[in-house]
C-alpha cells in the first residue's frame, strides 16, 4: 500500500502531536519506508546508523558505507571489502567508521568526493589482528573504538591502546564515560592511558551470562542497562539489579539486540526475533512494531533517531524508517481490511467497516504486545454500504439488504430486508423509524414493540437510486442521487408512502449528472458535487454555490459533521491535489472559513470518500486501500521545504564536486571542450510517496532555458553540447506536500573553442595573409611569364602597341606594389588584438580590392567601378593614415556608365596621396570627382590633393620616378588621341595640387 503511506505521511503534517496509549492499543500499521538491498545497491544486512551534520543518512552495510540524500543511495566500499559494523559523528563533523580489521575516518579529496582515510597505521603491527569494531563513540574530544580485543583511542593524531579480556558485544556511554562488557569482570569503565575500573555490583551479570547490549539514563535519572537475553536491569551506584516491568518476558523472549532512548523519553529497544518494542518510560508498554506491522525481516541490529522525529532500522534484510508516536494508523489487507471500505462505525466498543467484500471488525487485544487485526462478521459477507448504530445494534447497509447486528460478542446478524440498500438515517422527529437509501427509492423501518423491525413500502414519489440521506429539524428527508441532483419529501408528519417529492436538479442550480451527498452545515442545507460545494438559498427553492471564503469549488468525496461540531470534508482539487479540509464549528453566531488541513501530491492515488467522526479528537477514514485513524485536534504548521544538496558535478567526464558539504566550488570558467556537464543533487525528505522517493525536483540552466521545468523526481541531469558563455544552474526541492525549499545556484561559464579566441584570430589573419602573399608572387609571375611570350611573338608590332603593354604592366605593378600590400597587411594586424570586426572588414576590402585590380578581363570598365576600386584602395590607406588622410570620391550618376580604360584613375590618386601627405603640414585633403562636360559630350575629371606644387626640375619632398603620370599620358594617347592631354599643376584657388583630364 505505498499510496496509503503515503496518505500517512501528509496526514503527519497535519494533525495533532497528541498521545496516548490507548491509541496504540487498536494496532495499525505505523507509518513505514522500506528500503531493500535493490533500492541501495548493497548488502540485506546492515549493522549502523548515522545521520550527518548535512541531513544525510549514513549506514553500515556488508559490502560497504552507505549514503543516502533522500533522492539516491551511494556506496562506498571498505579498502579490504570488509563489512562496516559502527558510524560515529564527532563534533567538527566529521564520520569515524569501525570495520573488520579497519578502522578510519571519511574525508574528502581535491574534487569533494568522499574516501576512506584508514588509521591502522596508527596502530602497532601486533594489535591489528583486532577483529570487528562493534561501536565507535565520540567522547572527551577522542574517539572510542571498541573491538572484541579491546579499545582503541584515537586522540589529536595518536592511538592509544586499552587492551580488556574477554569483552564481547559493543560500548555503553553513561554520564560521558565509555564502559565496556568482560565476562570475566563484569562492566568496566575504560580511561586513558590504560586504567580501568570494574563497577561495583555488576558481577551480578556473570552469573546470569548477560551480554550487555546498552545503557540509558531515562528521565527520572534512572539508568536502564540492556542485556541480550536477560531483559532490562537497573544501574545505580550499588550495582545492577533485574528491572522487572510488563514487557520483561516477551524481552527476554525476543533477545534485545540495541536499543535508543528517542529524545521524548521513550525508550526503543530492537530485538533479534520481534522487531522493535517502544516503551515508556516507566517500563509500560507503548508499541510493537515487527512483521505484522509491515517490517520485511524481525532481527533489528541498530536504532537512529533522524532530526525529524524518524526512527530508522537497521536490519539484516534492508532498512526501514518509520514513525514511533505518530498518531495515525492504518489498516488495509495486512490488518484483515480487504476490499474498498465505505464506512466506518464504532459499536459495542470495536470498530466496524463496511467494504466491498462484507463486514469486518477489529478483534480486541489482551496485550498491548498482540497483534490486533480486523476480523470477517459472521454471516455478513456481501459488499457492505454503510453502517448505523441504533442502540445495542448495529444496521448494516447491503448489496442483498438490511442487517441487524446484536451487541453481543457472539451475535449474528440476521437479515430484515432483501432490497439493495446504501444508507440507513435514523430519524430524530420520529424515534423508532429508521430512513433507508436504496437502488430504487427509499424505504423506511419501523421498530415493533417487541423490539423487531419491519418494513415499510417505498416510497411512491421517486425510484431514483439513492446515496445518501439527511433530516432536517423541520422533519423532511432529503436524499442525494449519483445522477440526478437531490430531492426532498415532506415526511413532517411521519412516514407515508405517497408523500410528495420535490426534485432539484439543474434548473434549480446543481450541476447536473454528477454525485450528490447531503450534510447539514451552519444551520443550511449543503450538497457536496464534483462541482464544489452548494446551499440551498432563494427561499428553500434553489442552491446557489457556498461563497464562504476557502471554500474549494472542486469534487467533495466525503463529509463529517454538523451545526455543533466541527466539519470535515475532502475534496479533489485542481491539478489532481487531494485535500483534507476542516470546517471549525461557529463562534458566535458565525462560522470561521475552513481550513485546509493537507494538500497532498497531484500523483496521489489513494481515494477515499468516506468520514467518520468519532470524538472530539478523532477521524476515521476509509477508501480504496483501507481505513486509516488519524487525531485531527491540534493541527500543526507545516516544516520548512527540503534544502538542495549539490552531490556530484562532472564536466567532460572530470569530477568539479564529489558531494562533500564542507567543499565550496567557486564559480568554473569550463574550458570548451567539457562542454558536456551533469548535476546529481539530494534533498533530506525522508517522507514516502507513490513512486518511492519523498522529494521532487525542477531544473532551470538560465543561458539555456526559459524557465523552471516541471516538476520530477529526476534527482539529476546532464547537459550537453553547451555553447560558449555563462550558465547558472538553479534546482528547487518540494517535499510530498508541495513544500517547495530554498534553491541551489551554481554558477559556471563555458569558455570558447580555441578556434574562436583572439589568438586564434591573429593567427588566422596572418595566414591569410601568407596565403594572399603566397598568391600574389604566383599571379605575378605568371603573368610576367606571359607578357613575355607575348613580346617575344610581337617584336613587330608597332611603337605605340609597345608603350601601351608596357604602361599597363607598369600600371599593374604600381597597383600590387609590395609596399602597399604590407602596409595594408600591418594596419589589419594591429587591428587584430583591438577590434576584430575592424581586421575582418579590412580583409575583405584588401580582398576587393585585387578581385577587381587582377581579375578585370576588360580593357575598359565603366567609371562607376573605376571609382569602386579607387573606395577600397582608399579604404586601405586611410586605416594606414588614419586621421592624417580624407578622401573624397564623388562620381555623378549621370556619368558612372562612361567607359575608360581600366586603373586609369589608380596612380593618379596613389600620387596624390604619396605627395599631399608629405607637403601636408597636418591631414592631407584628396578629392576626386567625375562631371560631365557642360559643350561638347564627355566627362572631366579632376584629382585635387593638398599641399604645394613643385615645379619640374626643383628639388621634390619625396622620391619620385615620374612614371606615374607619363602612364596616364601614354594610355590616353594610345586610347583616344583626340582627348585633351592631361594638364598638372597648382590648383586654381592656389590651395593645393590638381591634374585635370577632360574624356570626349
Same mark, same amino acid.
Not at 2 to 24: D, G, N, Y
Not at 210 to 215: D, H, I, Q, T, Y
Not at 583 to 594: F, K, L, N, S, T
Given at each position: 500500500?505505498?499510496?496509503?503511506?503515503?496518505?500517512?505521511?501528509?496526514?503527519?503534517?497535519?494533525?495533532?502531536?497528541?498521545?496516548?496509549?490507548?491509541?496504540?492499543?487498536?494496532?495499525?500499521?505505523?507509518?513505514? #519506508?522500506?528500503?531493500?538491498?535493490?533500492?541501495?545497491?548493497?548488502?540485506? $544486512?546492515?549493522?549502523?546508523?548515522?545521520?550527518?551534520?548535512?541531513?544525510?543518512?549514513?549506514?553500515?552495510?556488508?559490502?560497504?558505507?552507505?549514503?543516502?540524500?533522500?533522492?539516491?543511495?551511494?556506496?562506498?566500499?571498505?579498502? !579490504?571489502?570488509?563489512?562496516?559494523?559502527?558510524?560515529?559523528?564527532?563534533?567538527?563533523?566529521?564520520?569515524?567508521?569501525?570495520?573488520?580489521?579497519?578502522?578510519?575516518?571519511?574525508?574528502?579529496?581535491?574534487?569533494?568526493?568522499?574516501?576512506?582515510?584508514?588509521?591502522?597505521?596508527?596502530?602497532?603491527?601486533?594489535?591489528?589482528?583486532?577483529?570487528?569494531?562493534?561501536?565507535?563513540?565520540?567522547?572527551?574530544?577522542?574517539?572510542?573504538?571498541?573491538?572484541?580485543?579491546?579499545?582503541?583511542?584515537? &586522540?589529536?593524531?595518536?592511538?592509544?591502546?586499552? %587492551?580488556?579480556?574477554?569483552?564481547?558485544?559493543?560500548?555503553?556511554?553513561?554520564?560521558?564515560?565509555?564502559?565496556?562488557?568482560?565476562?570475566? %569482570?563484569?562492566?568496566?569503565?575504560?580511561?586513558?592511558?590504560?586504567?580501568?575500573?570494574?563497577?561495583?555490583?555488576?558481577?551480578?551479570?556473570?552469573?546470569?551470562?548477560?551480554?550487555?547490549?546498552?545503557?540509558?539514563?531515562?528521565?527520572?535519572?534512572?539508568?536502564?542497562?540492556?542485556?541480550?537475553?536477560?531483559?532490562?536491569?537497573?544501574?545505580?551506584? *550499588?550495582?545492577?539489579?533485574?528491572?522487572?516491568?510488563?514487557?520483561?518476558?516477551?524481552?527476554?523472549?525476543?533477545?534485545?539486540?540495541?536499543?535508543?532512548?528517542?529524545?521524548?523519553?521513550?525508550?526503543?529497544?530492537?530485538?533479534?526475533?520481534?522487531?522493535?518494542?517502544?516503551?515508556?518510560?516507566?517500563?509500560?508498554?507503548?508499541? =510493537?512494531?515487527?512483521?505484522?506491522?509491515?517490517?520485511?525481516?524481525?532481527?533489528?541490529? =541498530?536504532?537512529?533517531?533522524?532530526?525529524?522525529?524518524?526512527?530508522?532500522?537497521?536490519?539484516?534484510?534492508?532498512?526501514? &524508517?518509520?514513525?514511533?508516536?505518530?498518531?495515525? &494508523?492504518?489498516?488495509? *489487507?495486512?490488518?484483515?481490511?480487504?476490499?474498498?471500505? !465505505?464506512?466506518?462505525?464504532?459499536?459495542?466498543?470495536?470498530?466496524?467497516?463496511?467494504?466491498?467484500?462484507?463486514?469486518?471488525?477489529?478483534?480486541?487485544?489482551?496485550?498491548?504486545?498482540?497483534?490486533?487485526?480486523?476480523?470477517?462478521?459472521? /454471516?455478513?459477507?456481501?459488499?457492505?454500504?454503510?453502517?448505523?448504530?441504533?442502540?445495542?445494534?448495529?444496521?448494516?447497509?447491503?448489496?442483498?439488504?438490511?442487517?441487524?447486528?446484536?451487541?453481543?460478542?457472539?451475535?449474528?446478524?440476521?437479515?430484515?430486508?432483501?432490497?439493495?440498500?446504501?444508507?440507513? #438515517?435514523?430519524?430524530?422527529?420520529?424515534? +423508532?423509524?429508521?430512513?433507508?437509501?436504496?437502488?430504487?427509492?427509499?424505504?423506511?423501518?419501523?421498530?415493533?414493540?417487541?423490539?423487531?423491525?419491519?418494513?415499510?413500502?417505498?416510497?411512491?414519489?421517486? %425510484?431514483?437510486?439513492?446515496?445518501?440521506?439527511?433530516?432536517?429539524?423541520?422533519?423532511?428527508?432529503?436524499?442525494?442521487?449519483?445522477?440526478?441532483?437531490?430531492?426532498?419529501?415532506?415526511?413532517?408528519?411521519?412516514?407515508?408512502?405517497?408523500?410528495?417529492?420535490?426534485?432539484?436538479?439543474? /434548473?434549480?442550480?446543481?450541476?447536473?449528472?454528477?454525485?450528490?451527498?447531503?450534510?447539514?452545515?451552519?444551520?443550511?442545507?449543503?450538497?457536496?458535487?464534483?462541482?464544489?460545494?452548494?446551499?440551498?438559498? +432563494?427561499?428553500?427553492?434553489?442552491?446557489?454555490?457556498?461563497?464562504?471564503?476557502?471554500?474549494?469549488?472542486?469534487?467533495?468525496?466525503?463529509?463529517?459533521?454538523?451545526?455543533?461540531?466541527?466539519?470535515?470534508?475532502?475534496?479533489?482539487?485542481?491539478?489532481?491535489?487531494?485535500?483534507?479540509?476542516?470546517?471549525?464549528?461557529?463562534?458566535?453566531?458565525?462560522?470561521?472559513?475552513?481550513?485546509?488541513?493537507?494538500?497532498?501530491?497531484?500523483?496521489?492515488?489513494?481515494?477515499?470518500?468516506?468520514?467518520? &467522526?468519532?470524538?472530539?479528537?478523532?477521524?476515521?477514514?476509509?477508501?480504496?486501500?483501507?481505513?486509516?485513524?488519524?487525531?485531527?485536534?491540534?493541527?500543526?504548521?507545516?516544516?520548512?521545504?527540503? @534544502?538542495?544538496?549539490?552531490? #556530484?558535478?562532472?564536466? +567532460?567526464?572530470?569530477?568539479?564536486?564529489?558531494?562533500?558539504?564542507?567543499?565550496?566550488?567557486?564559480?568554473?570558467?569550463?574550458?570548451?571542450?567539457?562542454?558536456?556537464?551533469?548535476?546529481?543533487?539530494?534533498?533530506?525528505?525522508?517522507?514516502? *510517496?507513490?513512486?518511492?522517493?519523498?522529494?521532487?525536483?525542477?531544473?532551470?540552466?538560465?543561458?539555456?532555458? $526559459?524557465?523552471?521545468?516541471?516538476?520530477?523526481?529526476?534527482?539529476?541531469?546532464?547537459?550537453?553540447?553547451?555553447?560558449?558563455?555563462?550558465?547558472?544552474?538553479?534546482?528547487?526541492?518540494?517535499?510530498?506536500?508541495?513544500?517547495?525549499?530554498?534553491?541551489?545556484?551554481?554558477?559556471?561559464?563555458?569558455?570558447?573553442?580555441?578556434?574562436?579566441?583572439?589568438?586564434?584570430?591573429?593567427?588566422?589573419?596572418?595566414?591569410?595573409?601568407?596565403?594572399?602573399?603566397?598568391?600574389?608572387?604566383?599571379?605575378?609571375?605568371?603573368?610576367?611569364?606571359?607578357?613575355?611570350?607575348?613580346? #617575344?611573338?610581337?617584336?613587330?608590332?608597332?611603337?605605340?602597341?609597345?608603350?601601351?603593354?608596357?604602361?599597363?604592366?607598369?600600371?599593374?605593378?604600381?597597383?600590387? !606594389?609590395?609596399?602597399?600590400?604590407?602596409?595594408?597587411?600591418?594596419?589589419? @594586424?594591429?587591428?587584430?588584438?583591438? $577590434?576584430?570586426?575592424?581586421?575582418?572588414?579590412?580583409?575583405?576590402?584588401?580582398?576587393?580590392?585585387?578581385?577587381?585590380?587582377?581579375?578585370?578581363?576588360?580593357?575598359?570598365?565603366?567609371?562607376?567601378?573605376?571609382?569602386?576600386?579607387?573606395?577600397?584602395?582608399?579604404?586601405?590607406?586611410?586605416?594606414?593614415?588614419?586621421?592624417?588622410?580624407?578622401?573624397?570620391?564623388?562620381?555623378?550618376?549621370?556619368?558612372?556608365?562612361?567607359?575608360?580604360?581600366?586603373?586609369?584613375?589608380?596612380?593618379?590618386?596613389? !600620387?596624390?596621396?604619396?605627395?599631399?601627405?608629405?607637403?601636408?603640414?597636418?591631414?592631407?585633403?584628396?578629392?576626386?570627382?567625375?562631371?560631365?562636360?557642360?559643350?561638347?559630350?564627355?566627362?572631366?575629371?579632376?584629382?585635387?590633393?593638398?599641399?604645394?606644387?613643385? *615645379?619640374?626640375?626643383?628639388?621634390?619632398?619625396?622620391?619620385?620616378?615620374?612614371?606615374?603620370?607619363?602612364?596616364? =599620358?601614354?594610355?590616353?594617347?594610345?586610347?583616344?588621341?583626340?582627348?585633351?592631354?592631361?594638364?598638372?599643376?597648382?590648383?586654381?584657388?592656389?590651395?593645393?595640387?590638381?591634374?585635370?583630364?577632360?574624356?570626349?
Amino acid at each position: 500500500m505505498p499510496a496509503l503511506a503515503f496518505l500517512l505521511v501528509s496526514l503527519f503534517f497535519a494533525v495533532a502531536t497528541v498521545r496516548s496509549a490507548e491509541e496504540w492499543q487498536e494496532g495499525g500499521r505505523p507509518l513505514t #519506508r522500506l528500503f531493500s538491498r535493490f533500492d541501495y545497491r548493497g548488502s540485506s $544486512s546492515n549493522w549502523a546508523l548515522a545521520e550527518g551534520p548535512d541531513g544525510l543518512i549514513w549506514a553500515g552495510n556488508n559490502q560497504g558505507l552507505l549514503e543516502f540524500d533522500g533522492a539516491d543511495w551511494r556506496l562506498l566500499p571498505m579498502p !579490504n571489502g570488509s563489512a562496516v559494523r559502527s558510524l560515529v559523528f564527532a563534533q567538527d563533523g566529521r564520520c569515524y567508521v569501525g570495520a573488520q580489521d579497519d578502522l578510519g575516518v571519511l574525508e574528502s579529496d581535491e574534487s569533494g568526493t568522499r574516501v576512506f582515510r584508514s588509521l591502522l597505521d596508527h596502530i602497532p603491527k601486533a594489535d591489528r589482528g583486532f577483529g570487528d569494531v562493534w561501536s565507535v563513540h565520540a567522547l572527551d574530544n577522542a574517539i572510542w573504538f571498541k573491538t572484541t580485543s579491546g579499545v582503541f583511542v584515537w &586522540r589529536k593524531g595518536a592511538m592509544q591502546v586499552v %587492551k580488556i579480556e574477554s569483552t564481547t558485544g559493543g560500548g555503553v556511554e553513561r554520564d560521558g564515560k565509555l564502559y565496556v562488557f568482560s565476562a570475566e %569482570k563484569g562492566l568496566v569503565c575504560v580511561s586513558v592511558p590504560g586504567e580501568t575500573s570494574v563497577v561495583p555490583g555488576s558481577t551480578t551479570l556473570l552469573a546470569q551470562k548477560a551480554l550487555v547490549r546498552g545503557a540509558w539514563t531515562l528521565l527520572d535519572g534512572t539508568t536502564v542497562l540492556a542485556t541480550e537475553s536477560t531483559g532490562l536491569w537497573r544501574w545505580t551506584d *550499588e550495582g545492577v539489579a533485574p528491572w522487572l516491568i510488563e514487557p520483561d518476558a516477551w524481552l527476554r523472549e525476543n533477545r534485545i539486540y540495541t536499543g535508543l532512548k528517542l529524545r521524548n523519553g521513550r525508550l526503543v529497544l530492537g530485538t533479534v526475533r520481534g522487531g522493535v518494542a517502544v516503551l515508556h518510560p516507566d517500563g509500560r508498554w507503548q508499541a =510493537r512494531y515487527g512483521r505484522a506491522q509491515g517490517l520485511p525481516d524481525s532481527p533489528v541490529l =541498530r536504532l537512529l533517531e533522524d532530526r525529524r522525529n524518524g526512527l530508522w532500522l537497521a536490519l539484516e534484510n534492508g532498512l526501514a &524508517r518509520i514513525e514511533p508516536s505518530l498518531p495515525v &494508523r492504518a489498516f488495509g *489487507e495486512a490488518e484483515g481490511v480487504r476490499g474498498i471500505v !465505505n464506512d466506518s462505525v464504532r459499536f459495542a466498543g470495536r470498530r466496524y467497516a463496511a467494504t466491498s467484500l462484507g463486514l469486518v471488525r477489529l478483534r480486541g487485544a489482551e496485550k498491548a504486545t498482540d497483534d490486533t487485526l480486523f476480523e470477517p462478521v459472521p /454471516g455478513v459477507a456481501k459488499e457492505c454500504w454503510s453502517v448505523l448504530v441504533v442502540g445495542e445494534e448495529l444496521v448494516v447497509c447491503t448489496a442483498d439488504g438490511v442487517w441487524i447486528l446484536g451487541s453481543a460478542p457472539d451475535a449474528v446478524a440476521r437479515q430484515v430486508t432483501q432490497q439493495y440498500a446504501y444508507t440507513a #438515517r435514523r430519524s430524530r422527529r420520529h424515534p +423508532g423509524l429508521i430512513y433507508i437509501a436504496l437502488r430504487q427509492g427509499v424505504t423506511a423501518l419501523q421498530r415493533e414493540a417487541n423490539g423487531s423491525w419491519r418494513e415499510l413500502p417505498p416510497l411512491s414519489g421517486t %425510484k431514483d437510486e439513492v446515496w445518501s440521506l439527511l433530516e432536517d429539524p423541520e422533519g423532511r428527508l432529503w436524499a442525494g442521487t449519483p445522477y440526478r441532483g437531490v430531492w426532498r419529501a415532506d415526511l413532517q408528519d411521519g412516514y407515508r408512502p405517497d408523500a410528495q417529492v420535490e426534485i432539484f436538479g439543474e /434548473g434549480e442550480g446543481l450541476p447536473g449528472a454528477t454525485p450528490t451527498m447531503i450534510a447539514r452545515v451552519d444551520g443550511q442545507i449543503a450538497v457536496a458535487t464534483d462541482a464544489g460545494l452548494f446551499r440551498l438559498a +432563494g427561499g428553500g427553492k434553489r442552491f446557489e454555490p457556498w461563497d464562504a471564503p476557502d471554500v474549494p469549488r472542486d469534487p467533495i468525496l466525503g463529509m463529517a459533521g454538523d451545526d455543533t461540531q466541527d466539519f470535515y470534508f475532502l475534496a479533489r482539487e485542481k491539478g489532481g491535489k487531494f485535500g483534507l479540509f476542516r470546517w471549525p464549528v461557529a463562534i458566535g453566531g458565525v462560522r470561521p472559513a475552513p481550513e485546509r488541513l493537507v494538500e497532498f501530491a497531484p500523483y496521489a492515488r489513494f481515494e477515499c470518500w468516506e468520514i467518520t &467522526r468519532e470524538d472530539q479528537t478523532t477521524l476515521w477514514i476509509g477508501g480504496s486501500e483501507g481505513l486509516l485513524r488519524i487525531n485531527a485536534s491540534q493541527p500543526r504548521e507545516p516544516a520548512p521545504g527540503p @534544502r538542495v544538496i549539490l552531490r #556530484r558535478w562532472e564536466a +567532460g567526464g572530470d569530477v568539479l564536486h564529489g558531494g562533500a558539504p564542507e567543499r565550496v566550488v567557486p564559480p568554473a570558467r569550463l574550458e570548451y571542450a567539457k562542454n558536456r556537464v551533469r548535476f546529481a543533487v539530494g534533498a533530506t525528505a525522508f517522507a514516502p *510517496e507513490l513512486g518511492g522517493t519523498a522529494v521532487r525536483f525542477r531544473w532551470w540552466l538560465e543561458g539555456l532555458e $526559459s524557465g523552471w521545468g516541471p516538476w520530477t523526481q529526476e534527482f539529476s541531469r546532464e547537459f550537453t553540447n553547451l555553447g560558449e558563455g555563462a550558465y547558472r544552474l538553479r534546482v528547487q526541492a518540494a517535499d510530498a506536500f508541495g513544500v517547495a525549499g530554498p534553491e541551489l545556484l551554481t554558477e559556471f561559464s563555458v569558455l570558447p573553442p580555441w578556434y574562436r579566441t583572439p589568438l586564434a584570430y591573429a593567427g588566422w589573419v596572418a595566414l591569410a595573409a601568407a596565403g594572399i602573399a603566397l598568391l600574389l608572387r604566383w599571379r605575378l609571375a605568371r603573368q610576367r611569364s606571359e607578357l613575355l611570350l607575348a613580346q #617575344r611573338n610581337r617584336e613587330r608590332l608597332l611603337r605605340a602597341e609597345t608603350l601601351a603593354r608596357d604602361a599597363q604592366l607598369s600600371a599593374l605593378r604600381s597597383q600590387v !606594389n609590395p609596399h602597399f600590400l604590407f602596409n595594408a597587411l600591418n594596419a589589419v @594586424r594591429a587591428r587584430v588584438g583591438e $577590434s576584430p570586426e575592424d581586421a575582418r572588414t579590412m580583409l575583405g576590402q584588401l580582398a576587393g580590392y585585387f578581385r577587381r585590380t587582377l581579375e578585370t578581363p576588360a580593357a575598359l570598365v565603366p567609371l562607376r567601378e573605376e571609382f569602386a576600386a579607387l573606395a577600397d584602395y582608399v579604404a586601405l590607406e586611410r586605416a594606414r593614415f588614419g586621421a592624417r588622410l580624407e578622401v573624397t570620391l564623388d562620381c555623378a550618376e549621370d556619368v558612372g556608365g562612361f567607359e575608360v580604360p581600366a586603373l586609369l584613375l589608380q596612380p593618379l590618386v596613389e !600620387n596624390a596621396i604619396k605627395y599631399g601627405s608629405v607637403t601636408t603640414p597636418e591631414s592631407a585633403l584628396i578629392q576626386v570627382e567625375a562631371r560631365a562636360l557642360r559643350g561638347p559630350r564627355g566627362v572631366e575629371i579632376v584629382v585635387r590633393n593638398s599641399g604645394a606644387w613643385v *615645379e619640374p626640375g626643383q628639388a621634390a619632398p619625396t622620391e619620385s620616378t615620374g612614371t606615374g603620370l607619363a602612364n596616364v =599620358r601614354e594610355r590616353l594617347a594610345q586610347w583616344r588621341p583626340d582627348a585633351r592631354p592631361l594638364e598638372a599643376g597648382p590648383a586654381p584657388d592656389g590651395q593645393g595640387v590638381e591634374v585635370r583630364l577632360q574624356l570626349p
